[in-house]
């Protein structure tokens, strides 16, 4: 009896799991090269199957033995529809898919402040069967909650919806709420409240360049995407600093002053989470010239949809929860407090983007057509 009771705990044991929280992201500026990510309760090492088909057919492998695991696996700039699966010792995933970026039509999601909406269903997202998604920033509450402390926070993010983050990669931008190890409070207080380099946020997004600021390339399509790290910028220098620097004399500043004046895509995109007539004044103007030569700038820093226009660029703010306090940019042209979105729509060789706000219904609320720069 004893014996039989043994064996049966060692079997069970050895029972392989099924690995469920996949994301894909881009480790690199190059589209076709693509991270496949996951996590096991147990280190092990990592290896992904891949191919144009459900036989799958090629594999890469990664030796270190690692509970969050990334393999970066190249699927060119054309060809079908990808197929995949991961394994990590005898647990194995289920073979899933994901679009690429071979067709004629490029659809971008983005969304923002994800952390304080975790109720809203992101479904909507799957149904625009989009090549990519990316965010503005503040995608979960926080890396202080109880049961969900710092990587867990975003474990629990892909949960929210496992079908949407194994079909689509991924490119989240950070907010300050990406980054706050401790309550922030009504003070300053003696210790650091937010974590500026974003351990936590890089360990699990594999992300191009730094990962706390980063550009990715669609050329089929024209389009580049400038991620900037800034967040509650008015901090700065104290305690409850966010972000990396943001002044002219800034890394981040320089960085981004290389970037908008390269003429070599059509449609350039900058993404952030900070709010955008204070990011257009900072530091006495400096930033503005550089939005100016921008196709459009993206935030979530309100609890709003909105759409600005200067000097013909258009700046958006998008948050899944419409229904917070409202921060108009003096160049306001529309606003929602509706639960919203944003898609971005294109297809090659294109003379516009299409830009859309649109809430959980699919409802277009606000449409703008972007020339080429």
Request: proline content about 4%.
């Amino acid at each position: 009896m004893y014996r039989f009771t043994f064996l049966f705990l060692f079997s069970v044991q050895l029972q392989a799991a099924l690995i469920e929280r996949l994301w894909l992201t881009h480790a690199s500026n190059d589209c076709g090269r693509i991270t496949i990510s996951w996590e096991t309760e147990q280190p092990g090492a990592s290896m992904v199957e891949y191919g144009t088909s459900e036989a799958l057919g090629q594999a890469v492998s990664v030796d270190d033995a690692v509970t969050i695991h990334h393999v970066e696996i190249p699927i060119g700039r054309g060809g079908v529809r990808h197929f995949y699966r991961v394994r990590s010792g005898a647990d194995a995933s289920a073979i899933s898919s994901f679009r690429g970026y071979a067709g004629d039509e490029l659809r971008v999601g983005i969304f923002a402040d994800r952390g304080y909406a975790r109720d809203r269903d992101l479904s909507v997202l799957v149904k625009e069967d989009l090549n990519l998604l990316l965010t503005a920033g503040d995608n979960v509450a926080s890396l202080h909650e109880k049961g969900i402390e710092g990587t867990k926070a975003f474990s629990a993010l892909i949960d929210s919806q496992r079908d949407l983050f194994r079909s689509t990669p991924f490119m989240p931008v950070l907010g300050n709420h990406d980054r706050e190890m401790t309550p922030r409070g009504s003070q300053p207080p003696d210790h650091p409240v937010y974590d500026v380099d974003a351990v936590a946020f890089r360990s699990f997004f594999p992300l191009p360049e730094d990962g706390w600021k980063w550009r990715l390339d669609l050329p089929r399509f024209g389009v580049r995407f400038l991620a900037l790290d800034a967040s509650h910028t008015r901090d700065q220098g104290t305690t409850w600093q966010t972000n990396h620097p943001i002044a002219k004399s800034s890394v981040q500043y320089g960085w981004y002053a290389k970037e908008v004046v390269q003429m070599d895509v059509p449609f350039l995109i900058t993404l952030d989470n900070e709010q955008n007539a204070l990011m257009r004044g900072y530091d006495g103007g400096a930033w503005l010239p550089l939005f100016l030569q921008c196709s459009a700038v993206i935030t979530g820093y309100g609890y709003f949809g909105e759409r600005a226009e200067v000097e013909g660029v258009p700046f958006f703010n998008t948050c899944l929860k419409g229904n917070g306090d409202l921060y108009k940019d003096p160049k306001s042209v529309f606003v929602t407090r509706e639960d919203n979105y944003i898609l971005l729509t294109l297809t090659r060789d294109a003379a516009q983007m299409k830009v859309e706000i649109k809430n959980f219904a699919g409802d277009v609320l606000d449409v703008r057509e972007i020339s080429r720069r």
